[in-house]
C-alpha cells in the first residue's frame, strides 16, 4: 500500500518555498521537504484524492522563478481565505512549473 497523497493544501510548506522564491534564505532540508508535501498535494488533485482541476491543459513554456512565486501566491492566498476560488485554482500549472524549475533550486542550494 502506498503513503496516500495529502488532502489538505499544506500551506505552511507552500509558504515556505514561497520565501525561497522571493529571496529568504530557506535551509535546503526544509525546501525539499517543502517541494515533497506541495508536490504530493498537486498529484493527488490531478490525479486522485481530491477536488480535481478542471482549467485548461498547460502548454510547455519557460518559467521564470517570479511566475512561480506569483502563482503559489494566489494559492495559499485562496486557502488562507478559504475562498471559494480554490475549486478553480491552476493545480496542473502549479505542479508543472513546481516539476521544472524547484529542482534547479534544491541542485543550486547543494552547491
Do not use: R
Amino acid at each position: 500500500m502506498h503513503t496516500p497523497y495529502p488532502t489538505t493544501f499544506p500551506l505552511d510548506d507552500s509558504l515556505l518555498i514561497w520565501d525561497k522564491l522571493t529571496g529568504k534564505d530557506v535551509p535546503w532540508t526544509d525546501l525539499a521537504h517543502a517541494e515533497w508535501e506541495l508536490q504530493g498535494f498537486l498529484f493527488g488533485q490531478l490525479l486522485g484524492g481530491g477536488p480535481p482541476w478542471t482549467g485548461e491543459p498547460v502548454a510547455p513554456y519557460e518559467i521564470t522563478q517570479v511566475e512561480l512565486a506569483n502563482t503559489l501566491k494566489e494559492c495559499c492566498d485562496a486557502v488562507e481565505s478559504q475562498s471559494e476560488l480554490v475549486q478553480g485554482l491552476p493545480w496542473g500549472k502549479l505542479l508543472e512549473l513546481l516539476l521544472k524549475l524547484l529542482p534547479l533550486l534544491l541542485l543550486d542550494e547543494k552547491k
